[in-house]
């Protein structure tokens, strides 16, 4: 049986194969997995804030797109993982809630979204697969036998992308 | 002075369990009136918890729960999150429209209305203990109502709250009806400027 890591909200993990790592209900967070094709080593964190910049408290570094994609690529490669090998698939960034003024806060899901895309752009890690936005919770596992990532929810179904 | 939501004494927590139990107590009285039952309640848990552990107080973070979001606007800012577990949501709505209590349907448009409506009277009871106390003017917005997977639901109040700090003023309460049972877990997410505020209108911070 595959040794299996959860991910908090606002955590980041990352192992050698194998293994599965998954995070529950995503929601306005973004659910970031990166994989190494060759090594098989995996990465997952759960990122709640897109930027570190705008925040007073930057202690937990795993809260921020930015930051929290920073660390991981580093304890990946700690690993053995080779940064030109990483691939990655995102989820989450949903709005639970829809106000009738959209508000930056209920916005924060697409702006998630759109962070995790730049910082992955900036690195050079190519982003092969996603189940972002809508209006529903999505709970994500990541399996390192070939870096698969299911996608589950409440009354919109589950799919492998 | 910078105000850190860390530095909040035993004292400070005491003054905002006060206002917990006040407000539980007309929530109670605002459901009964609802229902047209009597209703009781235990005395409720206040404490202040950090956001991470908030998914496992709900049942974990996959937990199915009807969330009632509403933001709150006035002397201070902030949002309120008032979370029944599924199974409540039902009880609740069945008695209120008059249906067997056992009945667990997917929520229709009028159900999902008269949830929101529960939602509204629940969270104007603790508005209304929080007011009174402090004498601030406190209004809340309407409200929004989703049902998702816990941690879902949290993530929208706590990723407000992130940007600052990982606490939140949590009440639990639990209201009785015969032998139903109904847990209804109320959230007070003020922003940092807005606990200050508070606990000045209060007396407790010089």
Redesign the interface.
């Known amino acids: 049986m595959d040794n299996i890591i959860r991910v ?4 980041l993990r990352s192992s050698r194969h194998p293994c599965i790592l998954t995070t ?6 973004v659910g970031i997995a990166l994989y190494d094709t060759y090594s098989k080593v995996v990465g997952l964190a759960h990122i ?2 897109p930027s570190s910049a ?4 930057k202690s937990n570094v795993a ?1 921020f797109a930015d930051t929290a994609i920073e660390k991981l690529v580093e304890d990946m490669v700690a690993l053995g993982a080779n940064r030109r090998h990483l691939i990655a698939k995102i989820a989450g960034g ?1 709005q ?5 003024d959209s508000s930056e ?1 209920m916005r ?1 899901g697409t702006r998630n979204v759109i962070s995790t895309k730049e910082k992955l752009e900036e690195l050079k890690i190519p982003i092969i697969a996603e189940d972002t936005g809508g ?5 994500i596992e990541l399996y390192s036998s070939d870096g698969s990532l299911l996608v589950k929810t ?1 009354g919109h179904g589950v799919k492998i992308i | 002075m910078f105000f850190d939501i860390n530095d909040l004494n035993n004292m400070h927590i005491d003054v905002l369990k006060e206002i917990g139990n006040i407000g539980a107590g007309n929530a109670a009285t605002a459901l009964a009136k609802m229902l047209g039952r009597k209703v009781d309640m235990e005395v409720p848990k206040v404490r202040i918890v950090e ?2 552990d908030v ?1 496992d107080i709900l049942g ?3 937990m ?1 729960v009807v ?1 009632i ?1 509403l ?1 709150v606007y006035g002397n201070i800012k902030g949002n309120i999150l008032f979370i029944l577990q599924i199974d409540a949501a039902h009880i609740l709505v069945n008695m209120l429209l008059g249906k067997p209590l056992e009945s667990k349907d997917d929520f229709n448009e009028i159900e999902i209305s008269a949830l929101k409506e529960i939602g509204n009277i629940l969270t104007g009871s603790y508005i209304s203990a929080l007011s009174g106390l402090t004498g601030l003017d406190i209004k809340p ?2 409200p ?13 109040p ?3 709250f ?4 990982d606490n939140v003023l949590y009440i639990e309460t639990e209201f009785k009806e015969g032998s139903n049972r109904v847990i209804g877990d109320f959230f007070l997410i003020p922003d940092i400027e807005s606990y200050e505020i508070m606990l000045r209108a209060l007396g407790v911070l010089g």
């Not at chain 1, 639970?96 to 009738?100: P, Q």
């Not at chain 1, 209006?135 to 709970?139: A, E, F, K, L, S």
């Open positions: 908090g909200m606002a955590d529950l209900g995503l929601g306005s967070c709640m804030l705008q925040s007073r408290n809260k949903a639970m809630f829809s106000f009738e806060m924060i209006n529903y919770g999505r709970t409440i | 956001f991470k998914s974990g973070a996959e199915i969330g979001l933001k917005s309407v929004n109502l989703a049902i998702d997977m816990a941690g879902a639901i949290i993530s929208v706590a990723i407000e992130g940007k600052i700090g």
